[in-house]
């Protein structure tokens, strides 16, 4: 049975993960934002956004929950510090929509994929591109 709804969004959700320590949720949104939701014992909820410029297609976490990677249709991925609140490092490299992101399991890079056909693995730290996947005919909506 649905216990409750959530109503932080003007626009469709994309997609939502979860921290690895499952104290939060993270929705993904056509308004924008990605919307935290911290899970609290009590059931109360205050959602935290981090503002896109554009829709935000996915996200991921990092292992140790203090950072945060979103994919967006302009083109770029981001770091956000969950602490802060502040967007740390851009992903410059895709010509089109960053569909999807994922990291490896220690956290130390990022695999961004997308609506151009590409799949990049990046530095998640200092933002720098390893490596491009190429070959694939259509766009790459999801890695894992």
Request: glycine share 8%.
């Amino acid at each position: 049975a649905c216990t409750r709804v959530l109503l932080h969004h003007n626009g469709i959700v994309w997609n939502l993960t979860s921290s690895l320590n499952g104290k939060s949720i993270y929705s993904c949104s056509a308004d924008h934002r990605v919307a935290k939701i911290s899970i609290g014992e009590t059931g109360d909820y205050k959602p935290k956004f981090f503002t896109h410029p554009d829709f935000v297609w996915s996200a991921a976490v990092s292992p140790d929950n203090k950072y945060l990677f979103t994919g967006c249709r302009d083109h770029k991925a981001r770091r956000w510090n969950l602490e802060s609140g502040e967007m740390e490092q851009e992903f410059v490299g895709h010509t089109d929509t960053v569909r999807w992101v994922t990291l490896n399991h220690s956290g130390d890079r990022l695999i961004t994929a997308g609506y151009d056909v590409r799949v990049k693995e990046w530095n998640a730290w200092s933002g720098l591109k390893v490596q491009d996947f190429t070959g694939h005919k259509r766009a790459v909506l999801c890695v894992a």
